[in-house]
């Protein structure tokens, strides 16, 4: 029975574990993705305030850029919103793990 404790106490120290570096991730993953938009915003208006657009423009680097920067906004967002669901999903792990339900 003891062992039984044992293995339960370990396994949602796992679980707990996991999902703690998990939240740590998810965090970490929005902070960047703030700091990129903020950043990217903070660079088009200089170059919007400044005229500089055109330049970017005559360069065909505009539209680029502009593509690019919603390309990586939208994929570190997306990746934000894919790692709570993975933290979502081994929160019902935790719950429906074998280890985890007690034998009655």
């Known amino acids: 029975m ?12 796992r679980y707990q574990q996991l999902l703690e570096a998990l939240n740590q991730l998810v965090q970490d993953t929005s902070r960047l993705a703030e700091t ?10 200089l170059i919007y305030e400044n005229g500089l657009y055109e ?6 680097q ?9 390309f990586m906004y939208y994929s570190m967002k ?6 709570k669901h993975l933290r979502e999903t081994l929160q ?3 719950i429906k793990d074998p280890v985890n339900i007690p034998r009655n």
């Open 2 to 13: 003891e062992n039984n404790t044992l293995a339960w106490e370990e396994s949602v120290q």
């Open 36 to 45: 990129y938009e903020s950043t990217n915003m903070d660079f088009a208006q």
């Open 55 to 60: 330049l970017m423009n005559k360069a065909d």
């Open 62 to 70: 505009l539209t680029v850029y502009e593509r690019s920067f919603e």
């Open 78 to 83: 997306g990746q934000v919103e894919q790692l």
């Open 92 to 94: 019902l792990f935790l």
